[in-house]
């Protein structure tokens, strides 16, 4: 299946940012959003607003730390839409830090969040991929994972777990089903808000005021991968502001 129209989509992360830009951006274009994120509220107004200019979404109060949320989540798409042609892995956190300050819980949560929040992505949408003989995974990676720099060990690091899963996924999957990782620079997002180090919080707000691009760039990218023939495989791409060193 070519193109966008028809297609369901789930997105975890989808109640802001780059999740949201790409439901609105998604939908525009036909296809049924299945939003997944923690706050009702937001997840609610996304849907309404999507329902509104006459695309169709559903959403579930979904935390990706916990295994069964994520199996709901696409559930909830396979069961009201009789399919899932598209998991996008995109709930994410990054409350970066030094390692020297020893922020141990900061590392679990980076970990929950962002590597094992996947894999329950992957754990739930698997089986019905291969059932279906058909499936996407698309996987918010960071450019953070290809420029290593000091306060980003952990966050890095799981991103670049993630890299690697989704390259040995890519591999397992075979011929039907396709993987995509994408790797954005600063997008203008609440991600800041993440962070629990204050400095570092308004160092991230102060170079996303000064570079950063829109979450729509990033929605425009995944629908690019999403948009292309199944037998078209994007592996990976890096979008960044010009400006980003
Ligand atoms: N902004 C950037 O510069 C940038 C750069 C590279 C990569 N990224 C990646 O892009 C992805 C999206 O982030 P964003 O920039 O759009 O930031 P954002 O606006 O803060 O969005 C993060 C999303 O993740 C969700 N989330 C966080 N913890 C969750 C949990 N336990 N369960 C379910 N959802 C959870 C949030 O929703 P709730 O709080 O409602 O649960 C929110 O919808 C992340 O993976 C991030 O690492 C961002």
Do not use: C
Request: glycine share 10%; aromatic share 4%.
């Amino acid at each position: 299946m070519t193109g966008i129209a028809g297609k369901v989509i789930a997105i975890t992360g989808a109640s802001s940012g780059i999740g949201a830009a790409a439901a609105r951006h998604l939908a525009e274009r036909g296809a049924i959003v299945v939003l997944g994120a923690r706050r009702a509220d937001r997840l609610e107004m996304l849907a309404a607003s999507i329902a509104s200019k006459g695309g169709k979404a559903s959403y579930l109060v979904t935390d990706v730390r916990q295994r069964e949320d994520v199996a709901g989540l696409v559930g909830l798409a396979t069961d009201r839409y009789g399919k899932l042609d598209v998991l996008i892995n995109n709930a994410g956190i990054a409350p970066i830090s030094l390692l020297d300050d020893l922020r141990v819980d900061d590392w679990d949560d980076m970990i929950d969040v962002n590597v094992k929040g996947v894999l329950y992505g992957i754990a739930a949408a698997l089986p019905v991929f291969r059932r279906q003989g058909f499936g996407h995974f698309v996987n918010t990676l960071s450019t953070a994972g290809l420029k290593i720099v000091p306060t980003m060990a952990v966050y890095a690091g799981s991103k670049n777990a993630v890299r690697a899963i989704s390259e040995g996924l890519r591999q397992e999957v075979g011929p039907s089903l396709r993987v995509t990782t994408i790797s954005p620079g600063y997008v203008d997002t609440e991600l800041p808000s993440s962070m629990t180090d204050s400095a570092l919080r308004e160092q991230g707000q102060a170079s996303m005021k000064a570079m950063a691009i829109p979450a729509s760039a990033i929605a425009e990218a995944m629908a690019f991968a999403i948009a292309q023939p199944d037998s078209v495989d994007v592996g990976e791409i890096v979008i960044r502001p010009t400006a980003q060193a």
